[in-house]
């Protein structure tokens, strides 16, 4: 397989002359396959159940990350001296029997059935909630001066409930569009609203029926919290929260100016609806229970050589936690050991921070690596380090995530989400090439990938990402990657079948964890630290 590697870099080398000297990062350290197995076997072991967050089989994950790092010789940069990062979290779960939405139109009292009407999750910061205030639509919610959006021009939603389309316009780039569909509850809370009602739309019943909503909303809700105990909840002037069923929604426009109707007809034509008061009042309360959990992230570094440089740091990111055991009682195997998500993106790490330490060559700049927790329970082990960093956030020039490799044939193409909007895609489309590896676009840009991993975080703090994902095309004759890709992701992705005995081709890791040692000793090496690109949207977030 090495040899390969050289036969890739040498053809590379030939066919772009130019960049002829560039190609000399080139180092004779590779990844081993068998490393890379050991890891894997271990991390996603029945023994460890799942690494649910929270639970003991993670803890001791996050022992076994710690310990290699240890063994590597790596610095601890966790809290206290430690390579571990513990954050406290709070679960909530919202109390039997206690929600309900009531309809005050002026002429009469209506009420909604939950949860067939509607539905609501806990509360992650009070255990009681009582809002009483009038309704004002305002179309899908959305605020951008970048594409020219206001969705609450002329509207006055101060100490109102504010209902929204869920969604957002086709015609937004779906990278941008997932990030401005993530921040309704900011532009509402900004203009002083007291609750937000999402309105579940017959184009959304068609893909995910709002029976499907009714099966998931009993999970408990997780947010982490502030060392003083505050839990992370950034707009708490929100206090009331629901999701309508589209037809039961019609209740709320009795006395609209504009039918519910007319506005879903709106939508399906693929117009933006305006908003406008609704004429009602809605009083809606709820009950919350929270526990306390704790879990950790673990950290360390490797420094740099150069005496500027070394203060400033390259972030390799995988999340070591994953879903935990299954409910499912009707399967003979409840343990979901995710092995592809994530103990393959954490072997891939431990194997890099390795040969980073073996390759003879230390890097300018110094690499932290960091195993994250809770990103399944939505990115928040990452989010926590993006807003309580142990080195200087400002200090971090580039984060290179690794989530679910699918190592399970010999991809001949990457797929790199985040290479568009900064000059790490020059950086990657050059490591790669090394290894005889394309950079191809991303296949299904519908689903923002960008927006849904542990880079994410870090993007909205401002710094660039990257993230690899192995590509539709494979070396292999006869082998469709795309094919062997979307067998995995619908057969056993988060399913207890994704576990060692997969036909995982550990060659394939090899090449993957090259690649990206590759692009983050070019990020450590380099004159200047990567840049967002000017006409980037995510170059100019708060
Ligand atoms: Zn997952």
Not at 93 to 117: H, Q, R
Not at 386 to 407: R, Y
Not at 427 to 438: H, L, P
Not at 467 to 473: A, D, E, I, P, V
Request: hydrophobic residues 40%; charged residues 25%.
């Amino acid at each position: 397989m090495r040899f390969f590697s050289y036969i890739g870099a040498i053809a590379v080398a030939l066919s772009l002359s130019a960049c002829a000297d560039e190609s000399s990062t080139t180092t004779a350290v590779s990844a081993d396959a068998v490393a890379l197995q050991a890891h894997l076997e271990f991390l996603a072991s029945d023994d460890l159940e799942g690494r649910d967050t929270g639970s003991r089989g993670h803890e001791i994950a996050a022992k076994y990350i710690a310990t290699e790092f240890k063994r590597l010789g790596l610095e601890p940069a966790g809290d206290d001296g430690t390579y571990f990062q513990r954050i406290k979290f709070r679960r909530s779960f919202l109390e039997e029997n206690s929600a309900s939405f009531t309809l005050n139109t002026g002429d009469d009292e209506i009420s909604l059935d939950y949860p067939k009407e509607f539905i609501t999750g806990p509360s992650a910061y009070s255990e009681k909630d009582d809002v009483e205030a009038p309704l004002v639509f305002v179309g899908y919610g959305l605020v951008s001066e970048t594409f020219g959006i206001n969705d609450y021009e002329g509207l006055d939603v101060e100490g109102k409930i504010v209902v929204m389309v869920s969604g957002r316009p086709e015609d937004l780039p779906s990278e941008e569009g997932a990030h401005l569909n993530s921040s309704k509850t900011k532009f509402a809370a900004e203009r002083g609203a007291v609750g937000i009602i999402n309105l579940h739309t017959p184009a959304r019943e068609k893909v995910r029926p709002f029976e499907v909503s009714i099966m998931y909303q009993r999970a408990p809700s997780v947010r982490w919290l502030h060392p003083n105990g505050e839990p992370n909840v950034a707009y708490k002037n929100i206090a009331a929260s629901a999701y309508v069923q589209h037809e039961a929604a019609e209740k709320l426009f009795v006395n609209a100016p504009v039918a519910l109707e007319e506005i879903f007809a709106q939508l399906e034509a693929g117009e933006s609806p305006k908003g406008f008061d609704l004429g009602v009042t809605a009083r809606l309360q709820r009950a919350s229970r929270h526990e306390e959990i704790s879990s950790p992230n673990v950290a360390a570094v490797l420094p740099g050589s150069d005496d500027k440089l070394k203060n400033e740091y390259v972030l390799y990111t995988a999340h070591s936690d994953h879903i935990g055991m299954t409910k499912d009682l009707s399967q003979e195997d409840h343990i979901n050991n995710g092995a592809m998500d994530n103990a393959s993106g954490v072997s891939v790490m431990l194997e890099t921070a390795r040969m980073f330490k073996e390759s003879g060559k230390q890097p300018k700049r110094s690499i932290m690596f960091l195993s994250i927790t809770a990103e399944e329970r939505g990115l928040l082990g990452a989010d926590y380090f993006a807003h309580h960093p142990t080195v200087p956030l400002s200090q971090i020039v580039a984060n290179v995530n690794l989530d679910m490799p699918v190592l399970l044939y010999d991809f001949a193409d990457v797929i790199a989400f985040g290479s568009t909007h900064s000059t790490l895609g020059d950086t990657v489309t050059q490591a790669a090439g090394q290894f005889g590896i394309e950079l191809s676009e991303d296949p299904m840009p519908e689903q923002a990938i960008f927006t849904r991993s542990d880079h994410y975080p870090f993007v909205k703090k401002g710094v660039p990402a990257v993230f690899l994902m192995t590509g539709f095309t494979s070396k292999t004759e006869g082998e469709d990657g795309g094919e062997v890709w979307g067998k995995f992701f619908a057969e056993h992705y988060h399913r207890p079948s994704d576990q060692p005995d997969l036909p995982i081709n550990y060659e394939a890791g090899v090449t993957f964890t090259n690649i990206n040692f590759a692009i983050g000793q070019e990020i450590a090496n380099q004159v200047e630290r990567p840049r967002w690109l000017p006409e980037s949207f995510f170059s100019q977030l708060d």
